[in-house]
């Protein structure tokens, strides 16, 4: 090899490795851009709850409410300051029991709903859980056969007026799923009366039994 | 004849390059100018640099906010206290040996009881597990639950309900519970005559791994030591537990 060559290989390599580094740098900086376009993005446009938030099915008290996993039915609300759990225990309250029949009809597949909270006429809400004082265990209801079950929660009265109920199917997690939304047509006169009411309200097990029939 | 300085560094003032002499013979063949400055670097910097960086990663997390309470205040019994999310006061703590409804794991234990009002403040119900952290006892000896690692103090078996005995979970915003946070003692061991109450709050934030919003992190913002007192039953002065 001559001096020449030398030298002319000697300028490829430099300009190789000169090369490879513009590449690196140039690779490095297309990364950072490519976050930084992404955050500016995500940051001008939050679309982030949008597309998680429920699909949120409105109805009634008596009114069917389709939902993707089940037909729901919710009945008509009662109260009272005393709640016979079925169970031996009798329970009190310093607010109002308010207990919700409902009427599960599972679609497709069996379904075991485990979502349910009250949204109260006073802003708050009142979380009701598949065990405690506030429940509401249904079970696993089978596609074609109805499943009728009591949700129970305790509140104060003043929640009761233009109150909703909320029932969806994974205790933790209702994004981007249906969830139902049930006016239960309360006026502050059902606070007041419940509020005063001695009579225990029965909050029965769930049943594959209509309670019309039972 | 005193001496003079030779203008060479002392050891004690400037220390030498953080790398052994081969890894920096390597990297000088290796042709990387960024390796070498790198080794080139005293190991003091390195130190000074490894500080910056450990600080800035504790800040990132929070270690830098202003820290808002020196210890815990003392408790004063009927005197309601905000702990988020709950407001509670303690009445009183006194043991018995029978309670309806509730089941000692030993016959010849006895429950020690705080008696205390609770409310919830936020504006949503709050699962049970999170009023047994906001109550805790210290300095009894012969509790049958063991302290745990992220409360400070004992837990209690249960919280029950004065009124009807029901475990107190969710507890419900707007509603105020009489409520007795139980604790079981070994009954071999003598009933006490004092004990500590520690009443901690929490901050709603977001789990660490999961994301979800929760309340989280206990912090002990009050305790006291209470005497204990055997409980009195209706029919002996009108008074429960």
């Given at each position: 090899?001559?001096?020449?060559?030398?030298?002319?290989?000697?300028?490829?390599?430099?300009?190789?490795?000169?090369r490879t580094?513009?590449?690196?740098?140039?690779?490095?900086?297309?990364?950072?851009?490519?976050?930084?376009?992404g955050?500016?993005?995500?940051?001008?446009?939050?679309?982030?709850?949008?597309?998680?938030?429920?699909?949120?099915?409105?109805?009634?008290?008596?009114?069917?409410?389709?939902?993707?996993?089940?037909?729901?039915?919710?009945g008509?609300?009662?109260?009272?300051?005393?709640?016979?759990?079925?169970?031996?225990?009798?329970?009190?309250?310093?607010?109002?029991?308010?207990?919700?029949?409902?009427?599960?009809?599972?679609?497709?597949?069996?379904?075991a709903?485990?979502?349910?909270?009250?949204?109260?006429?006073?802003?708050?809400t009142?979380?009701?859980?598949?065990?405690?004082?506030?429940?509401?265990?249904?079970?696993?209801?089978?596609?074609?056969?109805?499943?009728?079950?009591?949700?129970?929660?305790?509140?104060?009265?003043?929640?009761?007026?233009?109150?909703?109920?909320?029932?969806?199917?994974?205790?933790?997690?209702?994004?981007?799923?249906?969830?139902?939304?049930?006016?239960?047509?309360?006026?502050?006169?059902?606070?007041?009366?419940?509020?005063?009411?001695?009579?225990?309200?029965?909050?029965?097990?769930?049943?594959?039994?209509?309670?019309?029939?039972? | 004849?005193?001496?003079?300085?030779?203008?060479?560094?002392?050891?004690?003032?400037?220390?030498?390059?953080?790398?052994?002499?081969?890894?920096?013979?390597?990297?000088?063949?290796?042709?990387?100018?960024?390796a070498?400055?790198?080794?080139?670097?005293?190991?003091?910097?390195?130190?000074?640099?490894?500080?910056?960086?450990?600080?800035?990663?504790?800040?990132?997390?929070?270690?830098?906010?202003?820290?808002?309470?020196?210890?815990?205040?003392?408790?004063?019994?009927?005197t309601?206290?905000?702990?988020?999310?709950?407001?509670?006061?303690?009445?009183?703590?006194?043991?018995?040996?029978e309670?309806?409804?509730?089941?000692?794991?030993?016959?010849?234990?006895?429950?020690?009881?705080?008696?205390?009002?609770?409310?919830?403040?936020?504006?949503?119900?709050?699962?049970?597990?999170?009023?047994?952290?906001?109550?805790?006892?210290?300095?009894?000896?012969?509790?049958?639950?063991?302290?745990?690692?992220?409360?400070?103090?004992?837990?209690?078996?249960?919280?029950?309900?004065?009124?009807?005995?029901?475990?107190?979970?969710?507890?419900?915003?707007?509603?105020?519970?009489?409520?007795?946070?139980?604790?079981?003692?070994?009954?071999?061991?003598?009933?006490?005559?004092?004990?500590?109450?520690?009443?901690?709050?929490?901050?709603?934030?977001?789990?660490?791994?999961?994301?979800?919003?929760?309340w989280?992190?206990?912090?002990?913002?009050?305790?006291?030591?209470?005497?204990?007192?055997?409980?009195?039953?209706?029919?002996?002065?009108?008074?429960?537990?």
């Open positions: 090899m001559s001096t020449a060559d030398a030298a002319a290989t000697g300028v490829e390599t430099t300009a190789g490795v000169r580094r513009i590449q690196t740098v140039g690779a490095g900086a297309a990364v950072l851009a490519a976050l930084a376009v955050h500016v993005v995500v940051t001008a446009f939050p679309v982030d709850e949008r597309v998680q938030a429920s699909f949120v099915r409105p109805a009634a008290v008596g009114e069917p409410v389709d939902l993707r996993y089940a037909r729901l039915t919710v008509s609300p009662r109260g009272s300051t005393v709640l016979d759990t079925d169970d031996g225990s009798v329970l009190t309250t310093p607010g109002v029991w308010l207990t919700v029949p409902l009427t599960i009809e599972a679609s497709g597949q069996p379904r709903l485990g979502f349910a909270e009250l949204l109260g006429g006073d802003g708050r009142y979380r009701v859980f598949t065990g405690g004082r506030s429940s509401f265990l249904p079970g696993t209801a089978q596609p074609g056969v109805p499943r009728y079950a009591t949700l129970r929660v305790e509140v104060p009265p003043g929640a009761l007026p233009g109150a909703h109920l909320r029932i969806g199917l994974q205790p933790d997690d209702q994004r981007r799923d249906d969830v139902a939304d049930i006016d239960l047509g309360l006026t502050t006169a059902d606070a007041d009366a419940w509020a005063t009411q001695v009579t225990p309200l029965h909050a029965g097990a769930w049943s594959d039994e209509s309670p019309e029939r039972t | 004849m005193t001496g003079h300085r030779t203008g060479a560094p002392t050891l004690a003032r400037v220390s030498g390059p953080a790398a052994p002499p081969e890894l920096r013979a390597r990297v000088r063949a290796s042709r990387s100018t960024v070498r400055r790198v080794l080139d670097q005293p190991l003091q910097r390195f130190g000074v640099v490894g500080a910056v960086a450990l600080l800035a990663v504790t800040a990132a997390f929070g270690g830098l906010q202003e820290q808002t309470q020196d210890g815990p205040e003392e408790l004063a019994v009927d309601a206290v905000d702990l988020a999310p709950f407001e509670v006061t303690v009445h009183r703590v006194v043991w018995t040996t309670l309806p409804g509730q089941y000692l794991t030993d016959d010849g234990n006895r429950w020690i009881a705080v008696v205390a009002t609770v409310r919830n403040t936020s504006d949503s119900g709050v699962l049970g597990g999170a009023l047994g952290e906001a109550l805790t006892l210290a300095d009894v000896e012969g509790l049958v639950q063991e302290p745990g690692t992220l409360v400070p103090g004992v837990t209690a078996s249960s919280v029950s309900l004065l009124d009807d005995g029901s475990t107190l979970s969710p507890v419900q915003p707007g509603l105020t519970y009489e409520a007795a946070f139980l604790f079981e003692q070994d009954g071999s061991i003598a009933a006490p005559t004092s004990a500590t109450v520690l009443l901690q709050e929490h901050t709603w934030r977001a789990g660490s791994l999961d994301g979800v919003e929760a989280w992190d206990p912090t002990t913002t009050l305790r006291g030591e209470l005497d204990v007192r055997e409980a009195v039953s209706d029919s002996d002065d009108g008074q429960d537990a």
